[in-house]
């Protein structure tokens, strides 16, 4: 266990990763935890950060998201062992400690501020290797082999792109590794275009969101994404599943019984270019 408390001095969206970190560490603390995720527990504890004061009682939305993205790794590993992931906008996840994994090489792409606070808690290593660059800046596709299987993983990461950003990222990427696999998540358009109205959501009186501009009706999702990659490709829209307990349990078990209700929340997408 690390003893010293760090002041994590982030800011805009850098500091969303604390708002990631507390869902899935508070979940993880639990003595009936869902999501059991150790690493994340440690960090949060040595964070000299008052994470409720900025963004309230945590839920287990982020939790239950990088589980989902978890079961996609998982799935990727086991049918390409010796592959490569590159986890763009990685920040304070500890995905690498919840997956057993020998022999996958492992690629954390995010901004300078976010890597430096990163490597106070997770050390790159032979296996591990840590890229402070924006996911916008292309250098980053120079360290990564373009000959192998490859998993692309954004968690928590479009939705503040604008759009024509997500779009050309996604063209370049399919350009540069023509059989990659994609996984992200993505944010109904209404809560983009809410956060651009405000400004960013209010989280607390103390903390609102960056602005997230980047939002997609459901029913264009597939066309959109398939018209920007220019070529053959399946896609996959997954639906996050319900809360593992409690109130929103019941909600998340309820809500999608509702007429036209996927249309309202986020879903992760799984892209496979062919
Ligand atoms: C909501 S956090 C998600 C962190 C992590 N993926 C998770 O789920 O806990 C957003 C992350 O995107 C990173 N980020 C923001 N802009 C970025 C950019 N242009 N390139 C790469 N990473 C970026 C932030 O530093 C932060 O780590």
């Known amino acids: 266990m690390m003893t010293n408390f760090e002041a994590p001095g982030l800011s805009d969206v850098p500091e969303t990763m604390l708002w990631t970190l507390h869902s899935r560490a508070q979940e993880a603390m639990r003595s ?3 999501f059991p995720d150790a690493k994340a527990a440690e960090i949060y504890q040595c964070l000299d950060y008052d994470f409720e004061r900025s963004f309230g009682r945590s839920n287990p939305m982020a939790a239950l998201r990088a589980h989902l993205f978890d079961q996609s790794v998982s799935a990727f590993i ?6 490569s992931i590159v986890n763009l906008g990685e920040g304070l996840e500890t995905q690498r400690y919840r997956i057993d994994d020998e022999s996958c090489a492992w690629y954390t792409v995010d901004l300078p501020e976010a890597i430096a606070i990163r490597e106070r808690f997770i050390a790159p290593d032979e296996r591990h290797t840590h890229i402070a660059l924006s996911a916008t800046d292309r250098a980053w596709m120079d360290a990564v082999p373009d000959d192998g299987p490859l998993l692309i993983a954004a968690q928590g990461l479009f939705m503040y792109f604008q759009e024509r950003e997500v779009r050309n990222l996604l063209l370049d990427i399919a350009a540069r590794f023509p059989r990659c696999q994609l996984i992200f998540d993505v944010i109904p358009l209404w809560v983009s275009r809410a956060s651009v109205l405000a400004g960013g959501l209010p989280l607390t009186r103390h903390y609102r969101t960056p602005v997230m501009p980047w939002g997609v009706h459901r029913f264009s999702l597939r066309t959109k994404l398939k018209g920007w990659v220019q070529r053959p490709c399946s896609i996959e829209l997954i639906d996050y599943p319900a809360f593992p307990r409690g109130a ?13 209700s996927r249309h309202w929340v986020p879903l992760m997408v799984e892209m496979q270019l062919r």
């Open 32 to 34: 009936d935890s869902a």
């Open 78 to 83: 086991a049918a390409h062992p010796g592959g």
């Open 248 to 260: 929103p349990r019941l909600i998340s078990s309820v809500f999608p019984l509702l007429p036209g």
